[in-house]
């Protein structure tokens, strides 16, 4: 007799989806692991060698008959499959499409072919908006995305979609996810004014407690708990990104003027983020942690090549500032979304 729980994970190859398909096979005789998503490279890449412990199906989620097979017979979906944020505010249509769209098409075939199966949800910090000025936040706040966030607006969409449907649900917004897998020193971090009150959330806490919430479903079902790591997890963001440069060797941060925006991100600390702890029990992590397993994840000719090297990756960094850039350019157009 086979007792074990239909899990489906819908995007499994993103940076979150990682960090929940491991904490799914370190349960695998728990459930039985469907995952589903795009075909490329990268996906088949963390994919294709785990075909004898999991189920693949590669499709594309907005297009509805992708999803008809892959949902039958499920019990528990963690739906993960977002485009970056990146990606989905530099392309709003296919934002629509994939976020939104991929949401509503998902959740109709649940309906129809695996009513009873319990719907967990992936959002984020941005719904929230700027919140400088007042960054304690609550799931019952009003919702307002920065301008031109395109990733939060179509992530406000599909948490409708769901609201809406007559599933059991539960929405996640976690805070800013850090894990020593996912660092990419870009030109976003000069998007975060450096007041900005953040609340961090390690990924491997929130895959636990993404993983962790069907056990517990009566107590979540219907709701949004916003998913952070609690005090120990907190920060300014200038004094986190400051530490974030010592530890990866590239010295004191001295960026000149204008190089980060003064306004229309997100951020905050969740004021009501215990709520979720007490039910999950899933933090494990400080920002402390984080940055230990950083320092420890850098290899010495890593470490010896940022020493070396670390000015010119700051100066190669700096030119990927689009605050900076519209400041020098003079591009009131673009300022306006930065300052």
């Given at each position: 007799m086979n007792d074990k729980t239909n899990v489906l994970l819908v995007g499994a190859s993103t940076e979150i989806g990682?960090?929940?398909?491991?904490?799914?096979?370190?349960?695998?005789?728990?459930?039985?692991?469907?995952?589903?998503?795009?075909?490329?490279?990268?996906?088949?890449?963390?994919?294709?060698?785990?075909?004898?412990?999991i189920t693949v199906?590669?499709?594309?989620?907005?297009?509805?008959?992708?999803?008809?097979?892959?949902?039958?017979?499920?019990?528990?979906?963690?739906h993960c499959g977002f485009l970056s944020p990146r990606t989905a505010c530099k392309k709003y249509p296919l934002a629509e499409e994939v976020n939104a769209l991929g949401t509503r098409f998902l959740?109709?075939?649940?309906e129809h072919y695996s009513p009873q199966a319990y719907l967990v949800m992936l959002s984020s910090i941005e719904v929230y908006g700027d919140r400088l000025t007042a960054p304690m936040l609550r799931t019952s706040d009003f919702l307002a995305p920065s301008i031109g966030?395109?990733?939060?607006?179509?992530r406000i969409q599909a948490e409708k979609f769901v609201q809406d449907s007559s599933l059991e649900w539960t929405i996640f917004r976690p805070g800013i996810v850090m894990g020593t897998e996912m660092e990419e020193m870009d030109g976003e971090i000069f998007l975060m004014p450096l007041e900005s009150h953040l609340e961090f959330v390690h990924a491997e806490d929130l895959a636990?407690?993404?993983v962790e919430s069907y056990q517990h479903r009566p107590s979540l079902w219907n709701k949004i708990?916003?998913?952070?790591?609690g005090t120990t997890c907190r920060a300014v963001y200038s004094e986190f990104l400051s530490r974030l440069f010592s530890t990866?060797?590239?010295?004191?941060?001295?960026?000149?003027?204008?190089?980060?925006?003064?306004?229309?991100?997100?951020?905050?600390?969740?004021?009501?983020?215990?709520?979720?702890?007490?039910?999950?029990?899933?933090?494990?992590y400080s920002i402390d942690d984080y940055f230990s397993e950083l320092a420890n994840a850098k290899t010495l000719a890593g470490k010896l090549a940022t020493k070396l090297f670390g000015g010119l990756q700051k100066k190669n960094l700096l030119a990927k500032s689009e605050p900076y850039k519209a400041f020098r350019q003079n591009d009131s157009t673009k300022m306006k979304y930065y300052f």
């Open positions: 990682r960090y929940v398909l491991k904490q799914l096979l370190a349960r695998k005789d728990k459930f039985n692991i469907t995952v589903f998503d795009v075909k490329k490279s990268r996906s088949q890449t963390l994919l294709e060698p785990l075909r004898d412990e199906v590669y499709g594309n989620i907005a297009l509805p008959a992708d999803t008809v097979e892959v949902v039958k017979g499920q019990d528990f979906v963690i959740i109709e075939n649940l966030n395109f990733s939060a607006l179509t636990f407690a993404l708990f916003n998913v952070g790591g990866i060797g590239w010295g004191e941060m001295d960026f000149p003027e204008r190089t980060f925006a003064t306004y229309n991100r997100y951020g905050g600390y969740f004021s009501d983020g215990d709520a979720l702890e007490e039910i999950l029990h899933f933090r494990k």
